[in-house]
């Protein structure tokens, strides 16, 4: 690193980003304040609410309106800070957004914020004369349209989160099918759906808790997955069927053959990695051919249908700026920052990240980290961990293997994956794994690990909705200390079982 304190990036200011911009100022020794750049007007990211877009927001995110967490807040919040106590285990989005937004201001986070600011473009510089160390260029622009202009840093930390890019897989006959046709993120509230004939295509956590949210004001709800049967007794109203593979103008069809007459399809298939600002001037241009061709092919789904403003189906043209991307006339880098040609290249259905060394350092460029980026989590203890553990490298704390490594140890991961049929978007879904991997996080940069009693309270609570995905937000949990933890309040006879056997 060179001399003196380092300057960093911080893109996106969500929990990650929050997170990264509050441990850099905690070290003023060694770093200059954080510049964040947030392409919206406000803190959050994925947890703020747009589904009215009364807001005048450019962007619109995940978030539906009766969203509540599925996990307790007791394991979800920062370890240096604490959710309300007063507040019940498993609470509404609001109260998540509020709980960032009083982060913010506890760590004085908002004055370094550039707000309604996009980043172009993210480029390498090599050091001059003997000094061999990389610096990154930023380019970014205001969503005013203001002239591009580029600061140098010393490193970059990309906190841009996994849901604003929706995929969605190919289905036969797709453009043939009459009914309304959306990606989880365009859904809001169930009302819409009244006495519809729905089938959700995905069972993770979104399509389970939409299915469980349409069946009141549905006709019916059909949760199209694929994977091991569900042991849990579904409403009257909701069916489980295998995924759909074919669509007719009234139909969908099933992989087994079964035909439901339906009259909409949303989407729960997930998000893909997209990071526009980190592609070459010819990537930028073939992941737009790439997203024509697929708005060809397939009927409002990349366009998407707008269900957040409850006015009924219709295209989102009342508000054209969402989820655009700025353009500029400026040069973009000639280095691509996700290709690494002796593997595999950027993969336009999916998306994927770039070799990454422990699923948090560019292997090429390890002053570049992606936050966050990991899978099946829990996200704000875990951006608490590899915020740490990055700024520990570049404080000279720990050293990194040399990159060649790295990206040997990289190749090796992506080759598993893709070897073992897994689609390369899995790449980094950790899954129970995760709680290993902070530990692995702690143990390496000399950091306190998770309380124990926290991987409790995640194993009963994974027990409880596994038991029953309909109640199992009503219970309440409270932490005894770092060991131990008890339920509050009444515990439904469902969970009496799962609650005894996730006892120490």
């Given at each position: 690193?060179?001399?003196?304190?380092?300057?960093?990036?911080?893109?996106?200011?969500?929990?990650?980003?929050?997170?990264?911009?509050?441990?850099?100022?905690?070290?003023?020794?060694?770093?200059?304040?954080?510049?964040?750049?947030?392409?919206?007007?406000?803190?959050?990211?994925?947890w703020v609410y747009t589904g009215d877009m009364e807001s005048g927001a450019h962007i619109h995110t995940s978030m539906y309106r009766d969203l509540s967490t599925n996990l307790p807040k007791e394991i979800m919040e920062f370890?240096?800070?604490?959710?309300?106590?007063?507040?019940?285990?498993?609470?509404?989005?609001?109260?998540?957004?509020?709980?960032?937004?009083?982060y913010t201001d506890k760590f004085s986070i908002r004055p370094h914020i550039k707000f309604n600011t996009q980043v172009v473009s993210v480029t390498p510089v090599l050091g001059e004369g003997k000094n061999s160390e990389i610096s990154w260029d930023v380019t970014f622009q205001t969503l005013d349209n203001g002239d591009p202009v580029t600061e140098r840093f010393d490193a970059i930390m990309v906190?841009?989160?996994?849901?604003?890019?929706?995929?969605?897989?190919?289905?036969?006959g797709l453009e043939q099918f009459q009914g309304p046709v959306l990606h989880s993120q365009y859904y809001n509230y169930p009302e819409v759906f009244s006495f519809h004939?729905?089938?959700?295509?995905?069972?993770?956590?979104?399509?389970?808790?939409?299915?469980?949210?349409?069946?009141?004001?549905?006709k019916h709800v059909y949760l199209s997955y694929r994977g091991s049967s569900l042991q849990w007794i579904p409403p009257a109203n909701l069916s489980f069927v295998p995924p759909v593979v074919r669509a007719t103008a009234n139909s969908l069809i099933c992989e087994d053959g079964t035909e439901i007459m339906a009259d909409t399809l949303i989407f729960c298939t997930g998000y893909k990695y997209t990071y526009p600002f980190l592609l070459t001037a010819s990537d930028t241009m073939d992941n737009h051919k790439i997203d024509q061709r697929d708005k060809m092919k397939r009927k409002n789904v990349d366009e998407l249908i707008d269900l957040k403003s409850?006015?009924?189906?219709?295209?989102?043209?009342?508000?054209?700026?969402?989820?655009?991307?700025?353009?500029?006339?400026s040069f973009l880098p000639k280095v691509d920052l996700l290709e690494d040609e002796d593997i595999v290249g950027t993969n336009g259905e999916q998306g994927h990240l770039p070799p990454l060394y422990k699923h948090l350092f560019h292997a090429?460029?390890?002053?570049?980290?992606?936050?966050?980026?990991?899978?099946?989590?829990?996200?704000?203890?875990?951006?608490?961990?590899?915020?740490?553990?990055?700024?520990?490298?570049?404080?000279?704390?720990?050293?990194?293997?040399?990159?060649?490594?790295?990206?040997?140890?990289?190749?090796?991961?992506?080759?598993?994956?893709?070897?073992?049929?897994?689609?390369?978007?899995?790449?980094?879904?950790?899954?129970?794994?995760?709680?290993?991997?902070m530990q692995w996080l702690a143990d390496t940069a000399g950091l306190e690990?998770?309380?124990?009693?926290?991987?409790?309270?995640?194993q009963a609570s994974w027990n409880f909705r596994n038991i029953e995905p309909t109640l199992y937000r009503r219970l309440n949990f409270q932490l005894l200390n770092r060991e131990e933890y008890k339920m509050k309040g009444e515990v439904p006879l469902p969970f009496l079982n799962a609650f005894m056997k996730s006892l120490p």
């Open positions: 690193m060179a001399s003196g304190r380092l300057r960093v990036a911080v893109i996106g200011a969500g929990g990650a980003g929050l997170c990264s911009a509050r441990h850099i100022l905690s070290r003023p020794l060694t770093f200059e304040p954080p510049v964040v750049f947030e392409r919206t007007g406000q803190v959050g990211g994925t370890p240096d800070f604490a959710f309300d106590p007063s507040l019940p285990s498993f609470i509404h989005n609001s109260e998540v957004l509020k709980y960032l937004e009083d906190c841009v989160g996994q849901y604003s890019h929706p995929f969605v897989p190919d289905i036969e004939s729905v089938v959700v295509l995905g069972a993770g956590p979104s399509g389970f808790d939409i299915s469980l949210e349409l069946s009141p004001h549905a409850g006015k009924g189906f219709k295209k989102n043209e009342a508000n054209p700026q969402v989820n655009e991307t700025l353009t500029v006339k090429r460029y390890p002053t570049l980290g992606f936050i966050g980026a990991v899978k099946f989590v829990i996200p704000f203890p875990l951006f608490h961990f590899q915020v740490q553990f990055f700024l520990s490298v570049l404080e000279g704390k720990f050293q990194l293997p040399p990159p060649e490594k790295m990206l040997s140890e990289s190749r090796e991961e992506v080759l598993k994956t893709r070897n073992s049929g897994i689609p390369l978007k899995n790449l980094h879904r950790l899954g129970k794994s995760f709680l290993e991997y690990p998770l309380a124990p009693v926290l991987c409790k309270i995640l």
